[in-house]
């Protein structure tokens, strides 16, 4: 079982910035690819952003230019450095990642908690 857990959420004027990490741990084959995604109240839950394993990026529209995903695969560790924050950011982030086998077919998906991302305007 693997387990995500995430931290860095909080409230920040609008143009701040903030930085969420997510660690997984537990006994784990291999992950491969990481990321983010974020919900709004009465919203569906959205991808904000992935990295592989191998440093893939893809970045939804809304953040791009102002969010950056990094990795660390010894630790696997995953951040998101979010600057020149917008109201519209607000939501919950959900970090997440795929257990792979050795021919990378997914063993399983996995999801943290969530963490609050709050912009005021």
């Known amino acids: 079982q693997v387990q995500l857990v995430e931290s860095g959420g909080g409230l920040v004027q609008a143009g701040g910035s903030l930085r969420l990490s997510c660690a997984a741990s537990g006994n784990m084959f291999r992950i491969n690819t990481m990321g983010w995604y974020r919900q709004a109240p009465g919203e569906q839950r959205d991808l904000v952003a992935t990295?592989?394993?191998?440093?893939?990026?893809i970045y939804s529209d809304s953040v791009k230019g102002r969010f950056t995903i990094s990795r660390d695969n010894g630790k696997n560790t995953v951040y998101l450095q979010m600057n020149s924050l917008k109201p519209e950011d607000t939501a919950v982030y959900y970090c997440s990642a795929d257990e792979v086998d050795d021919d990378d077919d997914v063993l399983a998906d996995y999801w943290g908690q969530g963490t609050q991302v709050t912009v005021s305007s």
């Open positions: 990295i592989s394993s191998g440093g893939r990026k």
